[in-house]
DNA sequence: AGAGCAATTGTAAAGGATTACATCGCTGTC
DNA sequence: GACAGCGATGTAATCCTTTACAATTGCTCT
């Protein structure tokens, strides 16, 4: 037998992926022998036209019964079945696909499955598109919106039928790739790019709203903020949100009762820091994240300020976390289930021809936990003109 | 034309899904323009063989420039190479795995992507995946074996080239579809299927011999334990590992300070209270999970008895969270990193017909944070009988 | 009974890549 | 100068479904 060339470049690849393997007890097998194992003494390949044969019809009815076409007769039906079932016969997706141009699988971008944010996200999706028989490819890109490149073509690549881009950094750049390809989009919460692209809104400002009648009712005037980076757009945006809620209500904004944290524990741990050593303090304080309100909580422990009583907290987002710190974080709960309900059901709708060009805005709403309380006696509103103005 | 029963059976598929849509503000195009649309005005396929002609070679020629096999002249290549480029053609993945029988796919199945445990696991196997430009499927038991089967149905039907099963709970029988199937499998920690299947197992014994040593050297003799529920198989294996530590490090094994939890936040503060009702009480205890340690954590606090003052304690899995809480919990960092390297090499090995059967073991390791230190006072071992057994 | 028509079923052509085998030029040797 | 041998490339079969179109069947109606 000649030694043929493409035999060579796999034998080259095994070689090179076995040594990558380094600390398992393992053997080589007989390569040749393991692989006819593998697939079995199976003379036949498993086809349609086996499952044909054996229904004595041809492939075409099989076919029909199998996607469930009118127009064949009950019993052809019931035999085509029978025969699928006692041959335990799956169609080759790839063969499907290959023919009718969907592959039925929807790609899923994220910015990081390690941020407790996203994995609600990911598992409302996936239910959803589990229920449609619909498999879920995802990708993450790790915050880099250059990476959203790659990600958009893998998932080109794979002919995936429609990509949800769930990250909150997006670059335009790489959604053309998928505009060209004809591939549907979706985005979260990209107000910029919502004339241009399907968009799934969050009005965070409701979110703020609540958070702050909450505070209100409770006594609070003072009142703090945690930003995120001004380079991330979705900080940005709830930075935004709560300078207008504090004026619907109001309240005017002082600078320096917002500090800015990088959206982590740590970050949110020295912006509260800050907001300790201003005086007059603020009796109440909302970051826009929870892990930022998580490093909050942890400066004001180490500051010997206990909170509720010295001080309120509000997150947002609404993670797993919130639930589990002490005390529960009272937060306002990022809807990112139905965030993923709405993105599933526009790419189904994009996919039928559908244009959906606007999506009403999805409410965030406060969960009272034990982070927020009255403010210490009787605090006069030192700063706060208190003016109604709306 | 004649209404075929085709497009009958296509256009009531499309009707139930709009129906399904009901809130997002939209409206229905032309229907058939908007397919076209996507189609784009392209009159030709954007085939290998358009890459071909453009390249003046044959289809062949192409294909073996994109696969790397050598005996292909340099100038030719960079034909190719050139042509390709300036089409920016994509080969069909359908095509291909049809034609070859492999789609560069794994499947990866987990528990529960809500649980924080997994996030991790999954980063790392994505990550070592996409090294390879092989794509991840993944989906989720929600902790019911029975589900296992739809999972791996779902992920054959897919055609993935192999399937890793990183669940902690698994069904025998679900395996055997796959094998049924020739997909390699290979599973986390399942020592009695570890005969039958390539299994990565993680040495719990190691952890809390390490945690052990810990609590020993602060001066602690009297240990207890949170432990999971009798039917979790992997509940079992950190109780049965804990209790190995504790005798071969001279301690005994006192029944009642060891309380069980549902793996969850809220068992965990249940089962510290039945501890911190002991007399005596334990100075310090290991949780089986840290959700469970979080929850000892609260119920601790809401004693008044202070950690790690009055008590340590020392959880398992060094989630994202066990950092988070206050005080840092000192945990058993469960090496998952590390078993989905391992589970992704399994596989990989497999695919190439090797057999693995004897992976060692990994091993967990104390982190130690602020959730431990010397017990109070001088304080006597009262009950540890303290002889050095091994 | 036979025409006409609808309801079923069959035949065979895509769909786009990989690859076994054939072919074509060369070079080097006898 | 013929031919073996080798390197580079081309031809065409193949993977498995779906589906347009053709063919057949079965029924109704006159």
Chains 1, 2 share one sequence.
Not at 104 to 112: K, P, V
Not at 203 to 232: K, S, V
Request: proline share 6%; hydrophobic share 45%; glycine share 6%.
């Amino acid at each position: 037998m000649l030694f043929r060339a493409g035999s060579a470049a796999r034998a080259y690849n095994v070689a090179k992926n076995q040594a990558a393997f380094t600390e398992a007890n393992c053997h080589a097998e007989n390569c040749a022998g393991s692989q006819s194992d593998r697939k079995g003494p199976a003379p036949v390949a498993m086809d349609i036209l086996q499952v044909a044969k054996r229904a004595k019809v041809s492939t075409a009815t099989v076919s029909r019964v199998l996607n469930g076409f009118p127009g064949v007769r009950e019993a052809t039906v019931a035999r085509v079945r029978r025969a699928v079932a006692e041959m335990n016969y799956v169609p080759n997706p790839n063969a499907r696909s290959l023919r009718v141009g969907r592959t039925r699988m929807f790609g899923l971008i994220i910015s990081d499955i390690n941020n407790p944010f996203f994995p609600e996200l990911v598992d409302a999706f996936e239910a959803l598109a589990s229920a449609e028989k619909i498999e879920v490819l995802f990708t993450h890109t790790n915050y880099d919106p250059r990476r959203l490149h790659n990600c958009i073509r893998r998932m080109i690549e794979r002919s995936v039928d429609a990509i949800a881009v769930m990250t909150s950094e997006v670059d335009e750049q790489a959604l053309q790739d998928a505009t060209k390809a004809g591939v549907p989009v979706v985005l979260m919460n990209q107000r910029k790019l919502a004339a241009k692209y399907p968009n799934v809104p969050v009005e965070y400002a409701a979110g703020f709203r609540e958070a702050l009648d909450h505070l209100l009712a409770l006594g609070h005037r003072d009142i703090g903020f945690i930003a995120g980076p001004e380079t991330l757009n979705s900080a940005v945006g709830r930075k935004e949100a709560f300078k207008t809620a504090l004026r619907s209500h109001g309240l005017h904004v002082r600078t320096e009762w917002i500090a800015t944290g990088d959206m982590r524990v740590e970050g949110g741990r020295t912006a509260m820091e800050k907001l300790l050593a201003c005086n007059p303090r603020p009796t109440a304080v909302i970051a826009s994240n929870d892990l930022m309100a998580v490093g909050a909580l942890q400066a004001a422990h180490a500051a010997h300020v206990s909170v509720p009583k010295h001080l309120s907290i509000i997150g947002f987002d609404d993670i797993p976390i919130a639930a589990m710190v002490h005390p529960p974080l009272s937060t306002i709960r990022h809807p990112r289930r139905e965030v993923a309900a709405r993105a599933f059901a526009c790419l189904q709708l994009s996919l039928q021809g559908v244009k959906v060009d606007a999506n009403p805005p999805l409410q965030p709403h406060l969960v009272i936990r034990n982070s927020t309380a009255p403010p210490l006696g009787v605090k006069r509103a030192r700063s706060g003109k208190h003016q109604v103005t709306s």
